[in-house]
């Protein structure tokens, strides 16, 4: 039997269900990168959260901690961590010793008692004339 003579075949790219078909695939291939990408930013997500907390915890503290200009201000709060940081030419406070604390209510008495009787005198030596 003789054989039918072939068609030439349409090349594939003239083809409007084939161009169709190709910007399908590109369509898809597209959404697959997205999908790909978003599922590693939601894996990523606790992550990049944290980081940030933890970045704005110490801006935070840094903040707080800063030294107000006036001395003896309780505006600013003191971080425990970063003692050396705070103002490095004033120098460090320390806690009042007990000591310390009795020497200066005993001073004050003595001092208030000397008020009174210079009071009391200056009184004396003006009404009885």
Same mark, same amino acid.
């Given at each position: 039997?003789?054989?039918?003579? %072939?068609?030439? !075949?349409?090349? #594939?790219?003239? /083809?409007?269900? *084939? ?8 369509? =898809? ?26 970045? %704005?915890?110490? !801006?935070?503290? #840094?903040?707080? /901690?800063?030294? *107000? ?8 709060? =003191? ?48 009404? =009885?004339?």
């Amino acid at each position: 039997m003789p054989s039918k003579p %072939r068609k030439p !075949e349409k090349s #594939k790219g003239s /083809s409007p269900l *084939d161009a169709k078909a190709r910007a399908l695939a590109e369509q =898809h291939e597209q959404l697959r990168a997205e999908i790909e990408r978003n599922e590693r930013l939601i894996q990523e997500a606790p992550k990049i959260a944290k980081e940030r907390e933890r970045t %704005r915890r110490e !801006e935070l503290i #840094k903040r707080r /901690s800063r030294t *107000d200009s006036r001395p003896g201000s309780h505006v600013a709060l =003191h971080d425990p961590r970063h003692l050396l940081e705070l103002d490095p030419g004033r120098p460090l406070r320390h806690k009042r010793l007990r000591a310390e604390r009795r020497r200066g209510r005993l001073l004050f008495f003595v001092l208030l008692c000397t008020f009174a009787l210079v009071v009391f005198w200056a009184y004396w030596v003006f009404t =009885h004339q």
